[in-house]
């Protein structure tokens, strides 16, 4: 069983430029999540996709975008980069779309740290 | 809205000795807490959660203290070892169980 993959690793970009981010979700997972980590912050999350579709969004504008694929692997897409969008982003996926107790079923990969110039 | 809060954002334990990390929260509807403890360059790994109708819940040297009225919730390590070296996040879900909301998390080193 593979865990959850993110690439690229880092990424460098200016003000202004996209940036397409993307996460292979663990085997049978069929939710993912992404959160934004800025310096000093706890994750925030962006949104989260249920069998391709979005399921739950967080306080981020529309230019942050996601897609999700039938074998679940999702992307992350951020347009009209900022300087406040340099954040290190997680993605997590699980089997649920909820948590409903006990053992957490949330899986995170080790994140992409974005750096916008 | 910081709807999760932790304070501290270090700790130094001797190495054996109890690690205590406090989390406060605002919102009184959530129905669990959880920890996650996140190694560098690694993404964040559940540790152990709690229930809103529980005050205490323990996993082997993992023990999470929850007091309702106060808001507060606590996770005791004993003994702390130089593993547990880690930055720790208490998380809480919304009701609908799908989003998150994290602290911006405790920076824990356990000095051998």
């Known amino acids: 069983e593979t865990g959850v993959t993110q690439s690229p690793t880092h990424l460098i970009k200016t003000r202004g430029q996209q940036v397409t981010l993307r996460c292979s979700s663990q085997?049978?997972?069929?939710?993912v999540s992404w959160y934004q980590q800025a310096l000093g912050q706890g994750p925030q999350f962006i949104f989260q996709y249920y069998r391709e579709e979005e399921n739950g969004r967080g306080n981020f504008p529309p230019r942050f975008s996601g897609l999700q694929f039938p074998n679940y692997s999702s992307e992350l897409n951020v347009n009209a980069l900022e300087l406040d969008d340099s954040a290190l982003y997680l993605c997590?996926?699980?089997?649920?779309?909820?948590?409903?107790?006990?053992?957490?079923?949330?899986?995170f990969g080790p994140g992409t740290r974005l750096l916008v110039l | 809205d910081q709807q999760v809060k932790q304070n501290s954002p270090s700790l130094s334990v001797q190495e054996g000795r109890i690690s205590i990390l406090n989390c406060d929260y605002t919102?009184?509807?959530?129905?669990?807490f959880l920890w996650y403890k996140k190694y560098p360059a690694e993404g964040p790994t559940f540790l152990i959660s709690?229930?809103?109708?529980?005050d205490k819940n323990e996993d082997g040297r993992f023990t999470v203290f929850l007091n309702k009225s106060a808001k507060h919730l606590s996770l005791h390590i004993v003994p702390s070892q130089p593993g547990d070296s880690a930055v720790y996040f208490c998380?809480?879900?919304?009701?609908?169980?799908?989003?998150?909301?994290f602290g911006t998390g405790t920076s824990l080193t356990v000095i051998p």
């Open positions: 919102n009184s509807m959530f129905d669990y």
């Open positions: 997590a996926s699980s089997s649920s779309t909820h948590y409903a107790g006990g053992q957490e079923t949330q899986y």
């Open positions: 709690i229930s809103s109708i529980k």
């Open positions: 085997s049978g997972h069929n939710t």
């Open positions: 998380a809480a879900p919304t009701n609908t169980g799908n989003q998150f909301y």
